[in-house]
C-alpha cells in the first residue's frame, strides 16, 4: 500500500494527538494522585501538628499549675506559721501577765493583812518590840517608856537583854 505524504501526516498527527492525549490523562491522572497523596500528607501533617500542640499545651498547663501552686503552698505556710506563732506568743503574754496581775493582786492582799496584823500586834504589845543588832538583843520601848534610858535602838529605848 501506498500512502502519500499527507496521509502519514496525518496518521502521524492522529498518533501524536493520541499520545498526547495519552500523556495528559496518564499525567492528570498521576497529578491528581499526587495531589491527594499531598493532602493526606498535609492531613497527617496536620493532625500530628495539633496532637502534638495539644500534648505540649497540656504539659505546661500541669507546669503551670505546678509552678503556681507551690508558691501558694509555701506562702500559705509561711502565713499560718507566722500567724499561728503570734498567736501563740500572744496567748502566752496574755498568760503571764494575767498570772502577775494575780499574783500582784494576792500579794497586796498579802501586805494589808499583815498592816492589820501588825497594827493590832502594836497595839497589844504597847508599842514595845524585840530587836536584834549584831548578835545583840534588845527589847524596844516606846518613847517616854524610861527617863534615862541606858541604850538607843533607832532613837527610842532599849533594854539589852544578856547572852545567857
Given amino acids: 500500500m501506498t500512502s ?17 492525549r495519552e500523556i495528559e490523562e496518564l499525567t492528570a491522572s498521576e497529578l491528581g494522585r499526587l495531589g ?11 493532625s500530628s ?4 500542640t495539644e500534648e505540649a499545651t497540656g504539659r505546661m ?18 502565713w499560718l506559721g507566722i500567724f499561728g506563732g503570734s498567736w501563740a506568743t500572744m496567748r502566752w503574754l496574755w498568760t503571764r501577765i494575767e498570772t502577775r496581775i494575780e499574783t500582784a493582786v494576792d500579794l497586796d492582799l498579802g501586805i494589808e493583812e499583815a498592816r492589820q ?3 493590832r500586834l502594836e497595839g497589844s ?4 518590840a524585840l530587836r536584834e543588832i549584831e548578835g545583840e538583843r534588845f527589847v524596844v520601848l516606846p518613847e517616854g ?5 541606858l541604850w538607843r535602838v ?6 539589852k537583854l544578856s547572852n545567857e
Fill in 36 to 46: 491527594e497523596s499531598s493532602r493526606r500528607v498535609a492531613r497527617n501533617a496536620l
Fill in 61 to 78: 498547663r500541669a507546669l503551670l499549675l505546678k509552678a503556681w501552686l507551690r508558691p501558694l503552698i509555701v506562702g500559705l505556710s509561711l
Fill in 49 to 52: 501538628i495539633e496532637r502534638d
Fill in 154 to 159: 533607832d532613837g527610842r529605848p532599849a533594854l
Fill in 145 to 149: 517608856a524610861l527617863a534615862d534610858p
Fill in 125 to 128: 504589845t504597847w508599842g514595845v
Fill in 4 to 20: 502519500n505524504a499527507n496521509e502519514l501526516t496525518e496518521r502521524l498527527r492522529r498518533r501524536l494527538e493520541s499520545e498526547r
Fill in 117 to 119: 496584823t501588825l497594827t
